[in-house]
């Protein structure tokens, strides 16, 4: 027996022990007797066409297309003032470095087409839903083990080094990138700033480091941000370890496959999902 649309996004939100749906993610078009389910990091309306003519139960994506995921995405950028402050960074500063991106990504909801690609799927009656911050925090709590378990000695190289080794990773055809800092630099206290929505920019990065974090790591990150960084903290022994988007979503999305077919869904993968995974 197939599972619903719901099923499958409580499965993704269990790899993390939540309960609620978080508001960049979403049921567009909902399904039952789901057996088959096409899984993207990006599933648009090319896509949704395709998982149609097909014939999958579902179209899975990761990055949120429209409706409430894409207008009330603003909301999950709380949990950026939640990592600056168990970082030590004041919450009224946690709040201004966020203030910009939070303003942007509002604006940017409002222009959208937010009916765009879900009103493909309905016109289709092709179910679709994302899973977008579940997928991500289970990724962050791996690269949190990693930094856990780095010596006290331990280099920023080493710590590229030891990220380096993740199956999604090292099967990447990007590599992990010190944006920041030398190889030599002591490790020090890291933050790991992923599952907040997207990368805090050069603001957030800001306040950790002036607040005694010594290494922040972002999935991705702007060359702008990249360049004030540079020339703010280059040499000051702090430093910015990006680990590639689309490897680093595929970690949490992999886990919600490998899930999903415990349960008896029929997985393909396609938009960076399966990078790394063992088939």
């Known amino acids: ?84 402050t168990d970082h030590g960074v004041p919450e009224d500063v946690a709040e201004e470095a966020v203030s910009d991106l939070r303003s942007r990504m509002d604006h940017g909801g409002h222009s959208s087409n937010y009916r765009h690609d879900p009103s493909v799927a309905e016109l289709l009656d092709q179910p679709y839903l994302n899973t ?82 010594d290494t922040v790591l972002y999935i991705h990150v702007g060359a702008g941000d990249t360049a004030e960084l540079r020339e703010e903290f280059g040499d000051a022994r702090k430093n910015l370890v990006v680990t590639g988007h689309v490897a680093s979503d595929a970690i949490g999305m992999n886990a919600v496959v490998d899930a999903l077919e415990e349960r008896g869904v029929d997985c393909d993968t396609i938009s960076g999902c399966g990078i790394g995974r063992d088939e």
């Open 1 to 84: 027996m197939g599972l619903t649309t719901d099923e499958v996004m409580q499965i993704s939100l269990d790899l993390v022990d939540w309960d609620d749906t978080p508001a960049d993610s979403t049921v567009y078009v909902p399904g039952e007797e789901i057996e088959t389910a096409l899984v993207g990091i990006d599933l648009e309306s090319p896509e949704i066409r395709l998982a149609h003519d097909l014939g999958y139960d579902l179209a899975l994506a990761h990055h949120p297309t429209g409706m409430s995921a894409r207008l009330d995405f603003p909301e999950v950028l709380d949990t950026q003032v939640e990592f600056m």
């Open 132 to 213: 977008h911050l579940a997928p991500d925090e289970y990724g962050r709590r791996v690269f949190r083990e990693v930094a856990d378990g780095m010596d006290d000695d331990a280099t920023a190289g080493d710590f590229v080094d030891a990220l380096s080794e993740i199956p999604e990773l090292a099967a990447a055809e990007t590599d992990v990138r010190l944006r920041v800092g030398d190889a030599d630099n002591d490790l020090g206290e890291v933050a790991v700033h992923h599952a907040a929505g997207t990368n805090g920019g050069a603001s957030v990065a800001r306040a950790y480091f002036e607040h005694g974090v």
